[in-house]
């Protein structure tokens, strides 16, 4: 395992940035697309459906690349899980999902499982 001198400075940045994102995006971007989807209504029900299945795919395929780089450099570990629901739902929620996602390290500045101190790395 490496010591926390090892870590690089820019990949915990871009990894707490890709966590941040994750965190505050997925809410705003769920109503987003449900708007554009009732527009799409409006218009025609075939554009809407179009709609909904483009912003759902796009949604995923960002999630699915920012939880990708949400990793510890240290240990490897996800800092969000990467699942949909995890962007979208509270913590109660997501630890009923999945038990060893219950911290939030955009908020504590500390790894869940290796407790490297994300705050020094930061400025």
Same mark, same amino acid.
């Given at each position: 395992?490496?010591?926390?001198?090892?870590?690089?400075?820019?990949?915990?940045?871009?990894?707490?940035?890709?966590?941040?994102?994750?965190?505050?995006?997925?809410?705003?971007?769920?109503?987003?697309?449900?708007?554009?989807?009732?527009?799409?209504?409006?218009?025609?029900?075939?554009?809407?459906?179009?709609?909904?299945?483009?912003?759902?795919?796009?949604?995923?395929?960002?999630?699915?690349?920012?939880?990708?780089?949400?990793?510890?450099?240290?240990?490897?570990?996800?800092?969000?899980?990467?699942?949909?629901?995890?962007?979208?739902?509270?913590?109660?929620?997501?630890?009923?999902?999945?038990?060893?996602? #219950?911290?939030?390290? #955009?908020?504590?500045?500390?790894?869940?499982?290796?407790?490297?101190?994300?705050?020094?790395?930061?400025?």
């Amino acid at each position: 395992m490496e010591t926390q001198t090892e870590v690089k400075p820019e990949s915990v940045r871009r990894a707490f940035r890709a966590a941040t994102l994750i965190r505050r995006s997925g809410v705003p971007v769920a109503v987003v697309t449900l708007l554009l989807a009732a527009i799409g209504f409006a218009v025609h029900a075939a554009l809407g459906m179009l709609v909904i299945v483009i912003c759902l795919l796009c949604m995923v395929c960002v999630f699915v690349v920012l939880s990708v780089q949400a990793k510890c450099p240290q240990c490897k570990t996800r800092w969000w899980d990467n699942t949909f629901v995890a962007a979208t739902t509270g913590r109660r929620l997501r630890a009923a999902i999945d038990p060893d996602c #219950t911290g939030n390290e #955009t908020v504590e500045l500390k790894c869940r499982h290796c407790r490297l101190e994300i705050a020094p790395y930061l400025k």
